[in-house]
């Protein structure tokens, strides 16, 4: 079928409609273009299509730096412009709002802050991911995962990895292949990190638990590389659904990757999260500490803390903070990153944030869950803190809509400014602080 899509949906896809009014999501179109598409599944109330043949293309298109777009399921907003990437973002955010939060129109739009974003928008990612596939020739190569399902697309770089190292993609992946001709190295996935403040790389090598050529891996891949990288193994367990860090092993150089953000200077170890855009995750780190405005005297607390991102800077203006995370790995790295900052009025507490919420009360307390967003009960106990704001940190807009939603059934915190953050150039995904108040 012809259609023309008329906007970016939160996802890959563009959203056009039949000519008889139906739904259709199509993937590898952006909003503006006019398309042929085949359907690829129709359900009751709408239709997923492929484009196979853009026949007018979008006035939004832009040149991207990437042969890939399109293929890889890295950048799929890529070639759209930044314009109309920022107005899809805001759009997608208040969307939710409205459907699954119950805010209504003219609310959300007095409540939305235009998206903030950081300069870069190409080479701004700390961080990437490569996968392990046979190739054409049967030997093991490293790329990533395309936009079809089952598809791998071998890369030697990325754009959006961080442009102070650009060759080190085709250096990563060529060593791992050359080593992978003689041993079978069990790869699942690879890491690799690296900092333009302080130059760190760090190379995640993530295999089951079992023997491994450690000075082998070391050697080849300290000549392709450089001999300062951290070179570290994840050893991990378990179903595939259900896989966990059973222990990890330096292979060479440092054991954690370091990275200067803000007024810190942090140290994340191999299975830890950190925010992949440094930058951007300065700007939460303002908008949070802006909202809160903690004072000396006062309590904090900090859920799912992670590595203390939002921990350290709450603890060097308050007098206490409680910090809550369930990850071993990030507990580990906090206690690390505490020390070494010389901060000594943090409790850190390692488990559930429901099961393990503090005993000690807050005057201002930061949330930052996982894509699931809050569980109910989280948010009942935040309630019944006496907290009088609340940042809540969020990287999916329909469960923080759901989450909003109760904390107003709640009674007790309102929001009174949300502000999506473009932490995910040339992608649909984006970050938001909402800042909640107690109600008088």
């Known amino acids: 079928m012809q259609l023309t899509c008329e906007r970016m949906v939160y996802g890959p896809d563009a959203l056009a409609h039949t000519p008889e009014g139906k739904t259709v999501f199509v993937a590898g179109a ?31 298109r832009v040149e991207v730096p990437c042969p890939f777009i399109g293929v890889c399921g890295g950048c799929p907003w890529g070639g759209l412009s930044r314009t109309v990437q920022r107005a899809a973002k805001e759009e997608n955010l208040k969307s939710a709002l409205e459907r699954i939060g119950g805010f209504a129109r003219e609310e959300v739009d007095a409540l ?73 190295l069990a790869l699942e996935r690879v890491g690799i990190r690296a900092s333009r403040r302080t130059g760190a790389v760090e190379i995640a090598l993530w295999t089951p638990t079992g023997g491994f050529p450690r000075a082998q891996v070391a050697r080849v891949l300290g000549d392709a590389v450089s001999s300062q990288a951290g070179v570290v193994r994840v050893m991990s367990k378990g179903e595939k659904k259900a896989r966990r860090v059973s222990a990890t092993e330096v292979l060479a150089g440092r054991s954690c990757w370091n990275e200067r953000i803000g007024f810190e200077e942090m140290l994340i170890s191999a299975p830890s999260f950190f925010q992949v855009n440094t930058q951007a995750a300065e700007i939460l780190i303002d908008i949070v500490m802006e909202a809160l405005d903690p004072k000396p005297h006062e309590m904090a607390m900090d859920l799912y803390c992670g590595a203390g991102t939002f921990t350290l800077p ?115 995904h984006c970050e938001t602080v909402v800042h909640l108040t107690r109600r008088a």
């Open 30 to 60: 952006v909003a503006g273009d006019t398309v042929e598409a085949r359907v690829v599944a129709e359900e009751k109330s709408l239709v997923r299509a492929v484009a196979e043949r853009i026949v007018s293309p979008s006035p939004d």
């Open 314 to 428: 709450l603890a060097r203006r308050c007098d206490y903070v409680s910090a809550v995370e369930s990850y071993g790995p990030a507990v580990r790295d906090l206690r690390r990153n505490l020390e070494r900052a010389q901060l000594d009025n943090v409790d850190v507490i390692g488990g559930d944030a429901v099961r393990e919420f503090p005993d000690a009360d807050a005057d201002v307390l930061v949330v930052d869950p996982p894509r699931a967003g809050l569980a109910p009960e989280a948010v009942d106990l935040i309630a019944e803190t006496s907290a009088r704001d609340v940042a809540y940190v969020s990287c999916d807009p329909a469960t923080l809509a759901r989450d909003l939603k109760r904390f107003r059934e709640q009674n007790v915190f309102e929001p009174v400014r949300i502000t999506p953050v473009d932490l995910f150039p040339q992608t649909f």
């Open 112 to 184: 939305v802050a235009p998206l903030r974003s950081s300069k870069d928008v190409w080479g701004y990612r700390n961080k990437i991911e490569l996968a392990p596939f046979v190739g054409a020739n049967g030997k093991l190569q490293l790329g990533m995962h395309g936009r079809q399902a089952g598809q791998m697309v071998r890369v030697d770089a990325c754009p959006l990895f961080e442009k102070k190292f650009p060759k080190l993609v085709k250096a990563v992946a060529g060593a791992l292949s050359y080593l992978s001709n003689s041993r079978d």
